[in-house]
């Protein structure tokens, strides 16, 4: 089976300040892993991925993600938030040794920037 | 390109009534996903097809849960009769088929369809 946790309901960060947004994950096998942010009334929007090879995938708007393998952690940085990331942010996993082909996504973490 | 529509946006039904959703994916992605997305919560799958054919609908409700994808691109979601704890957003993603298992193609997602069971 396959899992995901994002262990804060909600991140509380000033405008400026570097953002984390936490993920562990559970696979039998080796991951894939995902960030996917939405906003208000809208579908997820792609931000990167980790398929293999380098741990620290780089992706969309500035964010970043680091793959901790002994850790089994996924999680997503930004070196400087701005107010226009306050969305919901998930985590998705699948195990790339098995034929399931599903994403499992974590339960979210709200992100609020302060101006 | 233009990205995954879905319609409509919002529904509001009674319980015991039926229901269906569209979706069109991206031109020429040949995987079509149905997720259902309880408030507070992440989307959960409930059926994955590789052209027109089912990859997994292991968690599908059967008995009221219907989809089907004719020809490959288009696709309907359909419950009947809808019950309370079905209110949700039903999102449509649909990817390219990468290489290997094509696991590893991000998801692209419509903006979803709120239905709302009085």
């Known amino acids: 089976a396959q899992s995901v946790a994002q262990p804060e309901d909600q991140v509380n960060v000033a405008e400026g300040n570097p953002l984390t947004v936490k993920c562990t994950y559970s696979v039998s096998g080796n991951p894939y892993l995902f960030w996917y942010v939405q906003y208000p009334n809208r579908g997820l929007q792609f931000l990167l991925k980790y398929i293999t090879g380098d741990n620290l995938v780089k992706g969309s708007y500035g964010f970043e993600a680091e793959f901790n393998k002994s850790q089994t952690s996924f999680h997503l940085k930004k070196p400087s938030a701005l107010v226009s990331d306050s969305a919901l942010y998930f985590c998705?996993?699948?195990?790339?040794?098995?034929?399931?082909?599903?994403?499992?996504f974590g339960s979210g973490t709200r992100l609020q920037v302060q101006p | 390109e233009a990205g995954v529509a879905q319609s409509p946006r919002y529904k509001i039904i009674e319980k015991r009534q039926s229901v269906a959703f569209w979706c069109n994916p991206i031109?020429?992605?040949?995987?079509l996903y149905w997720y259902q997305q309880i408030l507070g919560q992440g989307p959960k799958l409930l059926i994955q097809?590789?052209?027109?054919?089912?990859?997994?609908d292991s968690q599908l409700p059967k008995d009221r849960f219907s989809a089907e994808r004719l020809k490959g691109v288009d696709s309907t979601l359909k419950i009947q009769p809808a019950k309370l704890e079905d209110s949700a957003v039903y999102l449509c993603?649909?990817?390219?088929?990468?290489?290997?298992?094509?696991?590893?193609?991000?998801?692209?997602f419509g903006d979803g369809t709120r239905l709302s069971i009085l």
């Open positions: 998705a996993v699948r195990d790339r040794d098995t034929g399931r082909r599903a994403l499992t």
């Open positions: 993603a649909s990817s390219s088929t990468g290489t290997g298992a094509g696991g590893n193609q991000p998801q692209h």
């Open positions: 031109s020429g992605h040949a995987t």
């Open positions: 097809f590789q052209n027109n054919g089912v990859v997994d």
